[in-house]
């Protein structure tokens, strides 16, 4: 029995050898992994996906590979086993000072509580959230971040090896090679039960602790358990459990609640008995020495040179053959199902191991093979000619024309079939009638772009590239239909049933008809359809995209299912198809699949989660989600999804909104969203992926002052305010009349602040309204370096404005970042110049605030302007006699009177102007006086010059 069991697991290798290399995905250097060399693998409790390798430790969420190496703090590159936890842990375990584990991207590491020495963990126990490291003499426990030891020596005995062990009874386990015998202790060192291990547990023995009940030992050749708490020894050799002599780097792993066992020849997981089940064989081929089953049943696969092959559970049941081989038709002949593989050969399929043999060796381009009934023979169609095999005999075949042979003709005929007592090959460009005795070539029928021809209804029907046709009295006639002109290119036609035929186009679908009607197939439109299979009520279509399967239901075909690269296809481009009971077997231009009809697709999706979220680089969590209004805030998350699904099966893009402001799901391709300046309120982050969805609650507080009471407050104390100073004013005035000369003086003063706070809002509304100008534009750049140069002028107005009189230096800085506004405005139509006497001291100089200003804006809003071509403004500033400032403000504009020309209400600014040097000269402080001239009044565009002539008093 075991022998028997040694030879089918021997078989099965060989099955897998051969069609090993299209299941699987490999991950490599050139995929993203820092090396080919991985030592094991592993799955943590979110379900990311660990390899580790000797140049450091990564994870993979499907899609992409995150590095940890001493960069990232690891202490050791060279990591060469890791346990997750249910806390979400990975620990590392390497040759080093340190040993840690990684969470949230963040690696931790900590020493030996003597510092000197270097941890070495041959082995490790992992009792749930707790790791220990164990090596030759010692086991270790992490406390106040520092490695502990326990001795793993309880008493001198230097025959036994001794084990710390984690249970509530047995304290440490005594192996003695020397006597074979397996001796367990408690915790006062009393002996509890002692077994026997010969042949059992020897010095290359791995071992370690699975949960608080068992201690397990592997080798090459067996693998036992002791149960701590009844003591019984069970000792297992894998001759016996899966007919496999010896194995290579065997390991036993805790995979959630599962037992799995590994090594270089399969992986498998253990019954409540501790018997092999479901073994997975490696194809010798990969060199694997690693087997991990994950949670979703995929098999992924460690190497040390070639790095990492996952394969999906989906294509685990489906068998590949002749990989990488076109295969150009499948024929169900005599009971047996033909396979026409290019520059192979014909092969018979066996249903029991699915298997293919070879029955025609031929290294050229085979056509197919079709049954003739009513010649009772088989005829094998290639390049080279026929080959006809009639009762076990077989007789190659020539085609003649005239008596003589014709190898030219051999080469063409694609496909055979009886019609009105004689035989009939098609070929590209016709159809020849044959005598199905000789093979003498009767007629040569042209009709090119022929695909396919079928007996139906005692019609000869030809498809080809321009519809239908029939061959009646060896004359071609085209098939009409009543309910539409077709004309479409077909490739195939079949037998649908006595009535009707199925109709295969290039790029149009397919049709169902009854040669005076046609209807399409509903949801093969635009598809390149090859081939398809009929077989009951069901129809396979094999397409471009796949294989189509419809069913005949209330006397109407639906689409119930299709098979692509997702269900295990070698290629979506299918040449031909043929299914069985059970099977689905799919050739194409890669190599054949046999998948089991039934095979449901499986999402690999497991899990999506939000793994950042900040306000303004502050957390946001459960315990840390309410936060104080800040003006600009930024609030970004960042999110993930661990997916292992086939690439089409992936969704890289996400679904997002931020509620209440955002009602509709935004898509993004990226894993990163932001948001900027958000209002106090309650808002809720969502994020969807496929079918999982998951969402972050947090708060913006308003501050005092943003709060509803304290606006009702303002308005309370604003309306009383505006009271006692309508009050005190009422009696200001009365004390006023009584001080005339003092009123006079005080009106002076503010007036002059009322006309400047007059000015600010018509200089204001020039600038918003260039602003403006851009945005409607769409010139969002200019539109930004403006603004940005507008709040520093503004800024500088607001500070310069308090004062009734500024430095010469700053009103020239104030005048610079005015014009440089201006000019981003009027772009190249406006160019200025600022003059500045080096005899002037302008820090020291004096003079009223914002009277420069309004007469260069008039300068350039109705002398520039107005003007048809570009124009300049010139500001000079010059030293007069003694403390005299003169300055002149020159345009070459339209001129003051084609300005006035333009404007019925003239400029006001003007006005203003005059009024502020009245009031100015009238309060005995300032001496100013202003003029007006035209450069040019001989021209049209005269030009205006504007000169101030200022002395502080």
Same mark, same amino acid.
């Given at each position: ?26 991950y490599? *250097? ?6 080919n ?17 000797d140049?450091?430790?990564v994870r993979y ?17 060279d ?5 997750? *936890? ?27 509580k ?18 220990y ?7 270790? #426990?992490?406390?106040d ?20 062990v ?5 304290a440490?386990?005594?192996v003695?090679?020397?006597d ?6 408690d ?10 291990t010969?042949?059992i547990?020897?010095?290359?023995s791995?071992?370690g602790q699975?949960g ?5 030992w592997?080798?090459e ?9 009844t003591?019984?020894?069970?000792s ?7 007919g496999i ?13 599962s ?18 089940i479901?073994?997975?064989i ?26 990492v ?9 489906i ?11 499948l ?16 092969f018979?399929?066996n249903e029991?191991?699915?298997?293919f ?16 009934d ?9 390049k080279?000619g ?8 077989r007789?190659?075949?020539?085609? *003649?024309t ?11 005929v694609k ?14 460009f ?6 199905s ?15 396919d ?14 519809g ?5 009295d060896?004359?071609?006639k ?6 539409k ?28 008809s ?12 635009f ?13 396979w279509l094999?397409?471009n ?7 005949k ?9 299709y ?12 040449n031909?198809v043929y299914?069985?009971?059970k ?7 890669n ?9 449901t ?8 989660f939000?793994n ?13 989600s ?6 600009n805030n930024?609030?970004?998350?960042k999110?993930?999804?661990i997916?292992?699904?086939?690439d ?5 893009d ?5 509620e209440?402001?955002?009602t ?5 391709a ?17 994020i969807?992926n ?13 501050l005092?002052?943003q709060t ?6 303002i308005?309370?104390v604003?309306?009383?305010v ?7 004013f ?6 006023k ?15 002059l602040?009322?006309?400047?706070s007059?000015?600010?809002?018509h200089?204001v ?15 969002f ?6 603004l ?7 800024r ?6 308090k ?5 010469l ?5 104030l ?5 440089e ?18 005899n002037l001291?302008?820090?020291?100089l ?5 009277t420069?200003?309004?007469i260069?804006e ?5 002398g ?10 010139t ?25 006035k020309?333009?404007?019925?209400k003239?400029?006001?600014?003007s ?10 000269n009238?309060?005995?402080?300032w ?8 450069? #040019?009044p ?13 002395q502080?008093l």
């Amino acid at each position: 029995m075991k022998q028997n069991k040694l030879h089918i697991t021997i078989y099965f290798l060989l099955i897998w050898s051969f069609s090993f290399a299209q299941q699987y995905t490999n991950y490599a *250097t050139k995929d993203g992994l820092p090396s080919n060399h991985v030592y094991t693998i592993m799955q943590d409790a979110k379900g990311f996906m660990w390899f580790l390798t000797d140049k450091g430790m990564v994870r993979y969420n499907g899609k992409t590979f995150k590095t940890f190496t001493t960069k990232q703090g690891l202490p050791n590159n060279d990591v060469w086993d890791a346990f997750p *936890t249910p806390d979400g842990k990975i620990w590392y375990m390497s040759k080093s000072a340190r040993l840690g584990y990684i969470e949230n991207d963040s690696v931790y590491s900590f020493p030996s509580k003597n510092r000197e020495e270097t941890l070495n963990p041959i082995y490790t126990i992992q009792l749930n959230n707790n790791v220990y490291p164990g090596g030759p003499k010692n086991v270790y #426990h992490l406390k106040d971040n520092v490695w502990h030891s326990y001795k793993n020596t309880p008493k001198a005995n230097k025959y036994e090896d001794y084990t710390k062990v984690f249970n509530d009874k047995v304290a440490y386990l005594g192996v003695s090679f020397e006597d074979e015998s397996l001796t367990v202790y408690d915790k006062k060192n009393n002996l509890l039960s002692k077994s026997s291990t010969k042949h059992i547990i020897n010095q290359n023995s791995t071992k370690g602790q699975i949960g608080d009940s068992l201690f397990f030992w592997v080798s090459e050749k067996s693998y036992s358990f002791l149960n701590l708490k009844t003591f019984v020894l069970k000792s297992f050799k894998f001759k016996d459990e899966v007919g496999i002599e010896t194995l290579k780097y065997p390991r036993i792993n805790l995979v959630g609640n599962s037992i799995q066992i590994s090594g270089d020849r399969f992986v498998a997981t253990l019954n409540k008995d501790l018997h092999i089940i479901n073994p997975f064989i490696f194809p010798l081929e990969l060199n694997v020495h690693f087997g991990y089953i994950d949670r979703q049943n995929t098999i992924w696969l460690s190497t040390f040179t070639n790095g990492v092959y996952k394969l999906p559970r989906i294509k685990q049941n489906i068998a590949y053959r002749f990989n990488n081989e076109k295969i150009q038709d499948l024929k169900f002949i005599e009971s047996h199902l033909i396979a026409s593989v290019y520059n192979k050969g014909f092969f018979k399929y066996n249903e029991i191991n699915k298997t293919f043999q070879s029955y025609i060796v031929s290294n050229d381009y085979n056509f197919g093979s079709v049954y003739i009934d009513s010649l009772k023979r088989t005829f094998f169609l290639k390049k080279s000619g026929l080959i006809s095999e009639s009762n076990g005999k077989r007789d190659i075949i020539n085609f *003649t024309t005239s008596g003589k042979q014709s190898l030219y003709i051999n080469s063409l005929v694609k496909k055979l079939t009886f019609f009105n007592s004689n035989l009939y090959g098609i070929y590209s460009f016709g159809i020849f009638k044959i005598d199905s005795k000789t093979f003498n070539i009767k007629k040569d029928i042209i009709l090119k772009g022929s695909n396919d021809f079928l007996v139906f209804k005692s019609r000869l029907i030809i498809a080809t590239n321009n519809g239908l046709k029939e061959l009646e009295d060896d004359t071609i006639k085209k098939v009409d239909f009543k309910n539409k002109n077709f004309n479409k290119p077909i490739l195939s036609i079949k037998p649908l049933s006595q009535t009707e035929i199925l109709i295969n186009t290039d790029g149009y679908g397919s049709y169902i008809s009854d040669l005076k009607t046609n209807t399409a197939l509903d949801n093969s439109e635009f598809l390149i359809v090859q081939d398809a299979f009929i077989n009951e009520d069901n129809i396979w279509l094999a397409t471009n995209s796949g294989v189509l399967r419809y069913r005949k239901i209330n006397d109407k075909y639906k689409l119930i299912r299709y098979y692509d690269v997702n269900d295990g296809l070698p290629n979506n481009n299918v040449n031909t198809v043929y299914a069985t009971e059970k099977d689905l077997i799919i050739g194409t231009n890669n190599g054949l699949a046999i998948i089991p009809i039934n095979q449901t697709r499986k999402d690999l999706l497991i899990d999506v989660f939000i793994n950042e979220a900040t306000y303004n680089q502050q957390q946001i969590s459960k315990s840390n989600s309410v936060f104080d209004y800040v003006n600009n805030n930024t609030i970004q998350f960042k999110f993930e999804s661990i997916d292992f699904s086939e690439d089409k099966l992936k969704n890289a893009d996400y679904l997002y909104k931020l509620e209440p402001l955002q009602t509709n799901w935004e898509n993004t391709a990226i894993n990163t969203v932001n948001f900027n300046n958000l209002k106090p309120g309650d808002y809720t982050f969502n994020i969807h992926n496929k079918s999982i969805s998951k969402k972050i609650r947090f708060k913006i507080e308003a501050l005092w002052w943003q709060t509803l009471w304290f606006k009702i407050i303002i308005v309370g104390v604003s309306v009383f305010v505006v009271a006692l100073i309508s009050r005190f004013f009422v009696k200001r005035s009365q004390f006023k009349k009584n001080k005339k000369v003092f009123e006079d003086k005080r009106l002076i003063e503010l007036q002059l602040k009322a006309l400047r706070s007059q000015m600010n809002p018509h200089f204001v509304f020039n600038s918003l309204a260039a602003i403006q100008f851009y945005i409607n534009e769409n010139d969002f750049e200019a539109s930004e370096r403006y603004l940005v140069k507008f709040s520093k002028l503004i800024r500088q107005f607001f500070e310069l404005s308090k004062e009734n009189e500024i430095s010469l230096a700053s009103e020239i800085s104030l005048l610079q970042s005015y014009l440089e506004i201006e000019k981003l405005r009027f772009k190249e139509k406006l160019n200025f110049e600022i003059n500045v006497d080096k005899n002037l001291y302008i820090e020291d100089l004096k003079i009223p605030t914002m009277t420069l200003q309004p007469i260069i804006e008039n300068a350039i809003n109705h002398g520039i302007f107005n003007k048809e071509d570009n124009g300049i403004v010139t500001v000079n500033f010059k030293k007069g006699e003694g403390d005299i400032v003169i300055v002149e403000i020159i345009d070459d504009g339209v001129g003051f009177v084609n300005t006035k020309k333009g404007h019925r209400k003239g400029v006001k600014s003007s006005s203003v102007l005059k009024d502020r040097l009245h009031f100015l000269n009238n309060s005995k402080k300032w001496n100013i006086s202003y003029t007006e001239e035209e450069l #040019h009044p001989e021209q049209y565009e005269k030009g205006n010059k504007s000169t101030f002539i200022m002395q502080k008093l």
